[in-house]
């Protein structure tokens, strides 16, 4: 049996306007992403990865096309809407880790329970467990700047997971890291996955496109090869 779709995409465009010059950094992708899936994103620079990956995250409206999440036409949503279904149903795992540097790696990875309105309680079993899980909890009352580039991927990956989203969405997760810290990280996203989260993650190495179930080539935002791994 297949499993929910969770993602379909259908048609997206997405237009800069710069001045009287236009570029369509999107150019009409189709995508369906069914639940517990692993889907890679490949392509050159400037091929619109990043420019997918907002529109997925719901950080960035399509300028043509539509976007169902469950089943939820999310392709123009207000500010506050998107907000809020994103951060129910999606985890952020970003190339520059994206910690905010004044707090902990606890209280980094507790944000997304705070603006859920989760008990102070509550939060710290969640905080602690996924702190535990990624394998950083010794280092829970660290800020970023105490902690080498693994370390802040593992609490940043431990913060996108606390809502328990439906989707993680990773941009370039690894490209700050070493190779031994990147076969680290990659791990975590396997044990992710293989607990059932859906992951979507955008790489430049061939090495990593060839770790994810499916892959999809973007050029000049289109999807020109999609290979099965
Ligand atoms: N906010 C923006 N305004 C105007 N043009 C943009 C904007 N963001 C991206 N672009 C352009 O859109 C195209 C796709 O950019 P995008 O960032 O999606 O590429 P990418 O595949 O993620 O590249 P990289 O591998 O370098 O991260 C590029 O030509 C880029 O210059
Ligand atoms: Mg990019």
Redesign the pocket.
Known sequence: MKNDLLIKLDNIVKV?K?GDTE?K??DGISLDVYEGDFLGIM????????????IIGILDSPTEGKYYLKGQDVSFLKDSEASRIRNKEIGFVFQTFNLIKGLTAFENAETPLIYSGIPKKQRKEIVEYYLEKMGIADRMHHKPNQLSGGQRQRVAIARALVNEPSLILA??PTGNLDSKTTVEIMNLFHKIHGEGKTIVL?T?EPDIGKETEKTII?KD?KVVEEIVN
Not at 43 to 54: F, V
Request: proline content about 0%; aromatic content about 4%; glycine content about 18%.
């Open positions: 800069y710069m570029l950094a999107v392509g050159a620079s400037g091929s619109g990865k990043s420019t997918l990956m907002n941009d370039e955008v430049h973007l935002g």
